[in-house]
C-alpha cells in the first residue's frame, strides 16, 4: 500500500535515494540543491543506507570521485544546480562516454552570470548534447517516480548512459506537497543489485576507463555511445511500464493533456505545465479548443513522437525558460521545430522565451500565449516566431 506523505521535492528525491541505497554519494552543496544530500547525509548518520557518503571540495571533484566509484563498479549518485552542474562540465562529458550510469538529480537554475539563485533551465539545457539522458519533472511525485525509474533506464546493459532528473529549483524543489511513496522493499526490488559487466575492480578481465583514444577507434566509440542514447528510448517506456504496474502512476516521453481534438497547443516542460494546464481547462470551459504537451524525455529526443503528436494542430507554441543565444529561439524550439519537418510541416509553430532568473509566469501570462496561437490559427498569419513572454522591453 502508498504511502502518503507531505515532502518538498527535495527531500522527495533524497527519501528515493535511502531506498534505492547507493554504494557512494559524492557531493558538494549549492543553493537549491544542498538539500538533496543534506536529507541523504543525516540518512548515513543515522545508519539507514549503506552508502559511503563522500564530501568534496567542488562539483568538479563531486562528479570526478562519481566517476572514479562508478568506473570502480559502485553505483552511484549525487545532486548539483546551475553553476555547479557548469563546474561538473569537463566531467559531464566524461562519465558519458565512459558510459558510467550515474544518476544525477539537476534542480534547475539559473546559470551566472549576472549570478542568480532562481529558477529557470539555463543549466541542463546547457548540458543537453553531453551524452546524458535528461528526464524533466512537473513536480515532487514526478521527481522521486523518475529518480528510481531513472537507476533502471541507465543501468540497462543496451544503454549504459548517465541520467539527469531535471526539476524546478524552490518552485519543486522547496515547496512541500502531497505524495504518494512506495515501501522500501518495492523499491529496492524495482531497482534491483547493481552488477555491471565490467568494471575496474573486477579483477579477471582488467579494462582501462578514459584512455587517451585517437584516430584508430575514436570514432567508433562515439558511435558507439550514440547507440546507447538510441536505444534508452526503448528501455525508457521498458521501464516505465513496470513502474505502472508497480506505483499505478504512467510515464511515457511527454504527456499530452486535452489534445485529442486540440487546435492551438503550447509545449512545455517542468513545473509550468502545472499553471498551463489550469489554463487549459478555463479555455476549454470557454470553448477554445486548447491542448498541451509536457515533455518528461528531452535526451534522447522523442522526434517521431512529438511531431505526430503536434500534427493536427492549427497553431503551436513552444516555451522555452532558457534562451539559445543563437538568434533562433530557444533549445526546446529548435528540437521541436526540427521534428514538425517531418511530421506537421504546415503547423505554424512560435517560440516564446519566458520566466528567466526565476521571473514569475502567471496564469494570464500563459492565457495570452493560447490567445496569440487563437489569432494565427483563424488567419494562418504569423506576426513574430520568436518572442519574449512577461518582459520589460
Not at 120 to 135: E, F, K, P, T, V
Not at 166 to 182: A, M
Not at 186 to 210: M, Q
Not at 310 to 318: D, M
Request: glycine share 8%; hydrophobic share 40%.
Amino acid at each position: 500500500m502508498a504511502i502518503r506523505d507531505k515532502l518538498s521535492g527535495n527531500e522527495a528525491v533524497a527519501v528515493a535515494m535511502r531506498q534505492i541505497d547507493p554504494d557512494v554519494v559524492a557531493a558538494f552543496p549549492i543553493t537549491p540543491s544542498t538539500e538533496v544530500p543534506q536529507y541523504f547525509s543525516q540518512f548515513v548518520a543515522d545508519g539507514k543506507v549503506h552508502t559511503e557518503f563522500v564530501p568534496v571540495e567542488s562539483e568538479h571533484s563531486a562528479m570526478s570521485a562519481c566517476i572514479g566509484s562508478e568506473s570502480a563498479g559502485g553505483r552511484t549518485m549525487t545532486a548539483t544546480s546551475a553553476n555547479g552542474l557548469a563546474l561538473m562540465w569537463e566531467m559531464l562529458y566524461i562519465a558519458a562516454s565512459s558510459r558510467l550510469p550515474i544518476v544525477l538529480s539537476v534542480v534547475n537554475r539559473a546559470l551566472s552570470g549576472p549570478i542568480n539563485i532562481h529558477n529557470d533551465h539555463s543549466d541542463s539545457m546547457g548540458a543537453r548534447d553531453s551524452g546524458w539522458i535528461q528526464l524533466y519533472c512537473e513536480d515532487n511525485q514526478e521527481a522521486y517516480d523518475n529518480v528510481i525509474q531513472a537507476i533502471r533506464i541507465g543501468e540497462h546493459p543496451d544503454v549504459n548512459l548517465p541520467v539527469m532528473v531535471c526539476f524546478d529549483g524552490f518552485i519543486t524543489s522547496h515547496s512541500v506537497e502531497n505524495i504518494e511513496l512506495l515501501e522500501d522493499d518495492k523499491v529496492k526490488n524495482f531497482v534491483g543489485s547493481y552488477h555491471p559487466k565490467e568494471y575496474l575492480l573486477k579483477r579477471e578481465t582488467p579494462i582501462a576507463v578514459g584512455p587517451l583514444d585517437l584516430q584508430p577507434h575514436y570514432f567508433e566509440h562515439k558511435r558507439s555511445q550514440a547507440e546507447g542514447m538510441t536505444n534508452s528510448k526503448k528501455v525508457i517506456l521498458d521501464v516505465a511500464k513496470e513502474f505502472q504496474k508497480m506505483a499505478g502512476r504512467e510515464y511515457g516521453f511527454f504527456e499530452e493533456y486535452r489534445m485529442d481534438d486540440a487546435e492551438v497547443g503550447i509545449i512545455v516542460l517542468n513545473s509550468t505545465a502545472g499553471t498551463a494546464k489550469t489554463v487549459v481547462d478555463d479555455l476549454r470551459d470557454k470553448g477554445v479548443k486548447a491542448g498541451l504537451i509536457k515533455i518528461r524525455v528531452f535526451r534522447p529526443f522523442p522526434f517521431e513522437e512529438l511531431g505526430k503528436a503536434v500534427s493536427g494542430l492549427k497553431a503551436l507554441a513552444v516555451m522555452d525558460k532558457s534562451d539559445g543565444f543563437a538568434a533562433m529561439g530557444g533549445p526546446v524550439f529548435n528540437d521541436v521545430r526540427s521534428a514538425m519537418f517531418d511530421y506537421a510541416k504546415d503547423v505554424p509553430c512560435i517560440n516564446y522565451i519566458y520566466g528567466l532568473g526565476g521571473r514569475d509566469v502567471r496564469a494570464d501570462d500563459i492565457a495570452k500565449v493560447y490567445a496569440d496561437l487563437g489569432k494565427i490559427a483563424e488567419t494562418g498569419k504569423v506576426k513574430s516566431t520568436f518572442n519574449y513572454l512577461g518582459v520589460r522591453e
